[in-house]
């Protein structure tokens, strides 16, 4: 009975609906008309393009249907679109100030002597919504429905046709019937009796398939059931008071037909799946009802097609013959009991189609038409619809920031990762004493001290080997001139030597007792080095980790069971790092939705209430709000669960004792940093202190040495002069002050100029690996002005242990170059009016060369003065 052919599977009658006709409209002349006076010709000119394409498709929808139907499709959807564009920019009514010269007029599908005009872009949008409708069902009648292939064609196309009629039902029909001038097929009871009608005809064509492929009757049942109810719902819709006589008596019989048909014919199916599990009472009423359905429609068959009838007769009398089967057994062997048709539960159904969304295939948002058309109202709402998303976006941020910020407290006051790392052996510090500890390594550490500490020494030695240079060259000048005044009596008459230089003599006691004190500084520093080292020591370790305590398991376990307790909360560690690397990624969905988020076409295009489309596309940000929410919570409840668990490590692992023995080891570190950053400091104050003595010695002794250069010169000539007079020679200096003018002789002059050659020489200290320099000129060094000191020390760092001799200084300050008062000289001139080249160096301009390099100075925090080799 199973493989008895569908009834209904020859029947190939199904409806299509004819286009809507419209008169011709201009829409070209007004449009830009408005363009040009609401914004300027040069935006007028701009759109000409988008205004042609407008007129186009209006020009080509006011044709005859095209040959073909998918082109005609492809041109309404088109129109539609561009229609939904112009609603949003160019106001068309009645209006004064609107455009008030374009009418639509269409004549009604049904009744074409019926015709609606109105002066609003509803009409016009409602009209092509409903010729779209009737497009897809005519491509859906086009189709071959003998093949399968045909069949799901047919149904896609019925579906496209419902959607279309949903469409319109649901955003056009009841602003296109606002007037006195509308028409019936687009009122929202007609809209919604096609959207029916088409889904029927989808659904019978899903149910012809069934047949085709061999389904079960159970399966085929219900899928006939579904198609009578549709047809069942569209006839129920035309007996409404609004659609009441508007339709063909033919439609009417139609939809009745096929409305007993397709009941029948479930009752069929049905009856053929009851009779395979011996339900023959059921069976029997069922194939009853069906023929009585039958029975019922052949009422009402005017204007019915021939092969409806026909398969109702091939039907009945399917049912017939299985009624009487059905009750000869029943008779013979069941003898059941025949339950009546109220007592029943309805057929079973169930849809196998729904309408298209045309939503998507009717969006307007991404066309480029009359885009640089912006209104104000539109701008307005999207700066409304932009706060709104920007406060979502600020709300849910400040939310994953606070769960985040929670996590790193709540773990921080747990030690986590912290003391699991510990027990594993990878030790961490804190940052900020990880960073002073590399500090300190990076500048040599406690084991570098010790160099620093020899470059204090060797700039404390070469500062003193220059003083002991100095004061040979004075004590060797003053013997000379002791020689001399000794040998000749009172025939020389210069100024004795240490009556000129006892300010020399002065600063070079003080630079001494500078030395002196700053030697007992530099004995303080190395003192304490020495008594710190051991404190120090830490930090030469490397890693400095390697000085941290250790994390032991314990040594006796009573269940053995602390490898599934830390196992537990490593597990839960790892899941509020998921949880983490979630959040992180909802904040940057957040982000990244709000820049993809183009509105403003979507507003363009609405033509509904703003708010509306707001709330749908804020719900897209309500859905990770949610996320985050739920995210939020999760953690919450790990975070409990997590301390739980860290209790529980704590006391097995004796975490105390470690966390307190750790504390310990930080403070030693930090303890060391210090005395190191102290120690270092001293030093660095050292360096600069014998730095800038140094320059200060330097400049002395080239005042020595010009001076010493001077007296030589002044002596030769006295020399010459004395020996002159000894020989009974006497000359008349031309000059009146009667002062010497002779001449030391050329052996003479050789002599005492290799004695004195100003000439460079080989510098008195070079430390290792630096170049020899060549002399240079010095300043003058007297003047009537009195200048300020060539250096100046900044006063000391805390705890330095140089007692500050003078402005809180660990080393005393070297002395400034003392001025001799004005008119003061070292030595008297050999002759009245003669002036040696130190008296006249200001003057002049020049110096003779110094007879030694002047060692470089080197930066206060380097060690560049010397090198260990």
């Known amino acids: 009975m199973a493989s008895t052919p569908s009834s209904s599977a020859t029947t190939n009658v199904m409806l299509a609906i004819f286009e809507k006709k419209t008169t011709p409209i201009d829409l070209y002349r007004p449009l830009r008309n408005y363009i040009a006076f609401n914004y300027s010709e040069r935006e007028a000119q701009n759109l000409e393009d988008d205004l042609q394409t407008l007129k186009q498709l209006r020009s080509d929808l006011e044709r005859q249907p095209d040959p073909s139907l998918p082109a005609r499709r492809d041109l309404l959807q088109n129109y539609f679109k561009a229609l939904c564009l112009v609603e949003t920019r160019f106001p068309i009514s009645p209006d004064k100030d609107h455009i008030n010269t374009v009418t639509f007029v269409w004549h009604d599908a049904f009744k074409n002597k019926q015709k609606a005009s109105q002066q609003n872009i509803h009409l016009e949008k409602a009209a092509v919504l409903f010729n779209l409708g009737a497009v897809y069902s005519q491509i859906g009648l086009s189709y071959d429905r003998a093949t399968v292939d045909g069949r799901r064609q047919a149904s896609h196309a019925f579906i496209a046709s419902a959607g279309a009629f949903a469409f319109l039902r649901d955003n056009a029909a009841t602003k296109a019937s606002i007037g006195s001038s509308t028409t019936v097929d687009l009122s929202v009871e007609c809209a919604g009796m096609l959207e029916r009608l088409m889904l029927a005809q989808a659904q019978e064509s899903v149910f012809e398939n069934s047949i085709a492929k061999g389904s079960t009757p159970g399966v085929c049942a219900k899928i006939s059931r579904q198609v009578g109810l549709y047809y069942e719902e569209a006839l129920a819709a035309t007996n409404s008071p609004t659609l009441n006589q508007h339709f063909d008596r ?37 194939l ?72 998507e295939v009717l969006d307007a948002s991404k066309e480029k038409m009359f885009a640089s058309l912006v209104p104000d109202s539109s701008a307005k709402a999207l700066s409304r619809y932009t706060e709104m998303v920007d406060d979502i976006i600020r709300t849910q941020a400040e939310k994953l920031q606070q769960a985040s910020e929670l996590t790193r407290v709540r773990l921080k006051e747990m030690d986590l990762p912290e003391s699991i790392l510990a027990l594993e052996g ?57 020689q001399f005044r000794s040998q000749f009596g009172t025939r020389w008459t210069r100024p004795q030597s240490s009556t000129l230089t006892k300010n020399l003599q002065d600063r070079l006691s003080r630079f001494a007792a500078n030395l002196k004190q700053a ?66 990624g909802l904040e940057d969905m957040l982000k990244e939705m709000k820049r993809k988020d183009d509105i403003l076409p979507k507003l363009m295009t609405s033509t509904g209430s703003y708010e509306d489309l707001f709330r749908k596309e804020i719900s897209k940000y309500d859905l990770i709000s949610e996320d985050i929410g739920h995210n939020i919570e999760a953690q919450e409840q790990l975070l409990l669960q997590i301390q739980a668990q860290n209790d529980e490590f704590a006391a097995i692992f004796n975490l105390e004792d470690y966390k307190a023995s750790r504390e310990k080891c930080y403070k030693q570190i930090q303890a060391a940093i210090a005395k190191y950053r102290e120690i270092k400091d001293n030093i660095n104050e050292g360096l600069k202190f014998y730095v800038t003595l140094q320059d200060a010695i330097t400049n002395v002794k080239q005042q020595c040495s010009d001076f010493v250069m001077t007296r030589n010169i002044q002596c030769q000539e006295m020399i010459e002069d004395v020996h002159k007079q000894m020989a009974g020679l006497s000359f008349q200096d031309s000059k009146s002050s009667g002062a010497y003018n002779n001449y030391p002789s050329q052996s003479q002059r050789s002599g005492s100029q290799q004695q004195t050659d100003p000439r460079p020489q080989t510098p008195y200290y070079r430390p290792p690996e630096q170049p020899q320099m060549a002399g240079y000129a010095q300043p003058p060094p007297y003047s009537t002005q009195q200048m300020p000191p060539p250096y100046h020390v900044p006063p000391p760092q805390a705890g330095s242990p140089y007692p500050p001799p003078q402005a809180g200084s660990p080393y005393p300050p070297p002395q400034a170059q003392q001025q001799p008062p004005a008119g003061h000289e070292y030595g008297q001139p050999a002759y009245p009016g003669w002036r040696g080249p130190y008296y006249n160096a200001q003057q002049s301009g020049s110096h003779p060369r110094p007879p030694y390099t002047v060692p470089p100075q080197y930066p206060p925090h380097q060690s560049g003065y010397y090198k260990q080799q």
């Not at 939809?255 to 029997?284: D, V």
């Open 426 to 482: 990878n030790f961490t510090l804190p940052t900020d004493l990880k960073e002073d500890v590399e500090a300190v390594q990076i500048s040599g550490g406690p084991a570098g001290l010790e160099a620093e500490l020899q470059q204090l020494r060797d700039l404390r030695r070469v500062n003193q080997e220059i003083l002991v240079h100095i004061d040979e060259l004075l004590q060797k000048e003053a013997r000379e001139d002791a």
């Open 250 to 286: 033919a439609w009417i019989s139609h939809m009745q037909l096929k409305a007993a048909l397709f009941f029948a014919e479930a009752c069929y199916r049905y009856g053929l799946e009851l009779h395979e599990k011996e339900e023959i009472a059921e069976e029997i009423a069922r």
């Open 288 to 359: 009853k009802s069906g023929i009585s359905a039958l029975a019922e429609s052949k009422k009402s068959t005017k204007g019915a097609a021939a092969q409806i009838l026909d398969a109702i007769s091939k039907l009945e009398a399917n049912l017939n013959r299985n009624l009487e089967r059905a009750m000869k057994e029943n008779d013979r062997v069941y003898l059941m009991r025949v339950p009546s048709l109220s007592s029943l539960p309805p057929l079973p159904a169930f849809s196998m189609v729904k309408p298209m969304a045309m939503s």
């Open 519 to 584: 030697s007992d500084s530099d004995a303080r520093i190395e003192r304490s080095v020495r008594e710190h080292s051991a404190l120090m020591s830490i930090l030469d370790r490397r890693p400095i980790e390697s000085a941290l305590p250790t994390l032991a398991r314990p040594i006796m376990s009573l269940d053995a069971n602390e490898d599934a307790i830390l196992g537990a909360l490593k597990q839960s560690l790892r899941q509020l790092e998921t949880l983490g690397a979630q959040r992180a």
